[in-house]
């Protein structure tokens, strides 16, 4: 019998010993608890960085069928897609999703003799800890960092997603979720969320080209845009910031932004867009056209915005309403035959994946895999989505 005592000690022995540990040590530890919890044995899977396999980090004695599982057709992968608990009809083997706040790490697999509830329990407060300590140490260890790729990376992605915060963020009362394709190959595409008290803030951004220059367009926009709201700013602050800053050290590289903040009491939106495409809104499973449209201000890059500071939009959101910002590559993907993913295409899988009852991660994970089914997995240009949703408690 698991007491919350005993739970509390192994816990804070993992904890104390996890300090000073490696990231190859991370299994050896996990498992260690685990059979002082009473169960046999632990396996610790990672998601890759494209959210299609759960890989196992190493460990003796793991098989090697159990080295990778496919997050769409696995039971592992079920527990990964929905963030709950799933065991094995027999009872002796459950997998426990790992997830930091509301972002998905990955996997906990458990076996035991007989995994009766107090010892679930248990272990899933195992799989939260895990979860905290893999990302602490995916900061800086490269096994981590490697087990999540499966092919190498070009520099302006290494670049980018050195800059680009976790794929999910959120409290009680809202959540934000994005994903980037392609994954080892982006070049103009960057996205960010943060949360302050009662502030959601959003930022998607589009430089032009697909290079190296690009990637360093989009990062310095991404330090722009968090040095100034850090400082104070406002959103046009924001929007003037990074035009100024590209005209002055890379000319001649334009972009396109989407900047914005959601006041998480009132659902508020208010926004600046830079000739970006305009987000879709979602309310009670349909999406509403032309919600969010407004004319545009010109593309940052210019030097334009530090004598005309761009114009705020606003539109109050209701409870439970979504809303998708999405970047050019998206609606303009072409499949082999030449036919555009499109804005329709785009939102009847948003519906899709709504009617189907899917959190905003797995919404996204979905909608993303479907933009890279219609190109037959060759995107010519970077494709972001990002998906903000609006849950006040009560």
């Known amino acids: 019998m698991v007491t919350a005592d005993g739970t509390e000690a192994v816990l804070a022995h993992v904890l104390a010993h996890s300090h000073l540990a490696t990231a190859g040590r991370m299994p050896s530890l996990v498992g260690e608890a685990a059979r002082r919890l009473g169960a046999s044995g632990t396996c610790l899977y990672v998601a890759d960085l494209q959210q299609v396999r759960l890989v196992a980090l190493p460990q003796p004695g793991l098989a090697a069928e159990d080295e990778t599982l496919d997050i769409d057709s696995s039971l592992a ?90 794929r999910t963020i959120g409290t009680s009362s809202v959540t934000s979720s994005a994903v980037l394709e392609p994954a080892y190959e982006i070049g103009g595409d960057a996205f960010d969320h943060s949360l302050t008290d009662g502030t959601l803030h959003l930022t998607l951004l589009d430089a032009m080209g697909h290079d190296l220059a690009s990637g360093g367009a989009s990062a310095t926009g991404l330090a722009t845009c968090r040095s100034t709201r850090r400082g104070g700013g406002t959103l046009p602050d924001i929007a003037t910031a ?8 890379i000319p001649d590289r334009l972009m396109t932004a989407f900047i914005a903040d959601l006041d998480t009491h009132t659902g508020q939106l208010t926004w600046i867009n830079c000739a970006h495409p305009p987000p879709l809104l979602v309310r009670e499973g ?38 998708l910002l999405y970047s050019d590559g998206v609606t303009e993907a072409r499949s082999p035959a030449g036919d555009l993913f499109g804005e329709q295409r785009l939102a009847d899988a948003v519906i899709r994946s709504m009617s189907e009852g899917a959190p905003s991660p797995e919404a996204l994970r979905r909608l993303i895999q479907n933009l890279l089914a219609h190109q037959s997995s060759r995107l010519r240009d970077d494709a972001t989505l990002m998906l903000a949703e609006w849950h006040p408690a009560g």
Do not use: N
């Not at 509301?102 to 939260?128: I, K, M, S």
């Not at 990074?242 to 050290?249: E, G, N, S």
């Open 77 to 166: 992968g079920l527990a990964y897609r929905t963030q709950q608990a799933q065991q094995v009809r027999d009872g002796t083997t459950a997998y426990l999703p790992m997830v930091d706040g509301v972002e998905r790490v990955g996997v906990l697999r458990v076996t035991a003799p007989r995994l009766d509830a107090g010892l679930l329990a248990a272990c899933g407060a195992l799989a939260d800890l895990s979860a905290l300590l893999v990302v602490a140490k995916s900061l800086h260890s490269e096994l981590l960092i490697t087990r999540e790729r499966s092919q190498p990376m070009s520099v302006q992605a290494e670049l980018l997603w050195a800059f680009l915060p976790p």
């Open 242 to 249: 990074i035009d100024r800053t590209l005209a002055r050290w």
């Open 286 to 323: 349909r999406v509403l056209p032309r919600i969010l449209e407004r004319t545009p201000e010109l593309p940052l890059g210019l030097g334009f915005h530090a004598q005309r500071p761009p114009r705020l939009h606003h539109e109050r959101l209701q409870p439970g309403d979504r809303v």
